[in-house]
């Protein structure tokens, strides 16, 4: 059964996401208030026949209700151009990725460090932990630092894919012969989970996406340990 914290949003764990829940709180309040004064007039036709058989033209009414819809459709615009430009923007990263989609796994290389590839399996449902998640356990974790700009390249070996993680407010197509970025920060530590949202063949639900945030410091030791 449904509850409410299941209707909203992933708690924002990069400044991408908390910009696009803040725009999407901001545009539910405007169209919250619309349907509200919508129905409240529907009521008042229904329920009072407030008629009258002479009139012709009202030309200030008229011209109210033909402005104020405009500045509310300024007031969404834009905040949300602003929301586009800043998830669009390339900004100076300190870490490049790169991830290949293929079917049906993820395959992760860090370009600055020689020889760090792996691939990135998802967990058999019979080899789960108790407090494992189904369908979104990987035998290999994506491990990036927090508080650090990050740009993403994205593409694909053979089919279209799609790499999202929604906590973080990432979705990126991965396109065969294409190299697609993204930039974000994350905020915080923690694991993230995301799957492939791009319809890639049959075995499409089972190449889910796990990503641990950690602290530089954390980071440099585990690029240590894999080094050795």
Not at 54 to 69: A, R
Not at 110 to 123: A, C, I, Q, W
Not at 153 to 167: G, L, M, N, R
Request: hydrophobic share 50%; charged share 15%.
């Amino acid at each position: 059964m449904l509850t409410w914290s299941m209707l909203n949003f992933q708690d924002g764990s990069s400044s991408i996401m908390e910009q696009l829940i803040f725009f999407h709180d901001f545009a539910m309040m405007i169209i919250i208030f619309i349907l509200t004064l919508v129905g409240v007039n529907l009521l008042f036709i229904c329920y009072y026949k407030l008629t009258y058989r002479f009139f012709n033209q009202e030309q200030s009414i008229e011209t109210i209700w033909t402005v104020v819809p405009i500045f509310i459709l300024l007031m969404i615009a834009l905040p949300s151009l602003r929301v586009l430009y800043f998830l669009d923007d390339s900004f100076d990263s300190y870490l490049t990725m790169k991830v290949i989609g293929h079917q049906w796994y993820w395959s992760y290389e860090y370009p600055y460090f020689k020889n760090l590839t792996f691939d990135s399996y998802m967990v058999p449902t019979k080899d789960l932990a108790l407090s494992s998640f189904r369908l979104l356990e990987t035998d290999n974790s994506l491990v990036l630092p927090t508080n650090m700009q990050i740009r993403m390249i994205v593409s694909a070996s053979d089919v279209i894919h799609a790499w999202a993680v929604p906590s973080l407010g990432l979705k990126v197509d991965a396109v065969p012969g294409r190299l697609n970025q993204i930039n974000f920060m994350i905020s915080r530590c923690g694991v993230f989970y995301g799957q492939c949202s791009e319809i890639c063949g049959a075995n499409h639900s089972f190449m889910p996406i796990k990503l641990e945030s950690v602290p530089m410091k954390c980071f440099i030791n585990w690029l240590e340990k894999l080094e050795l």
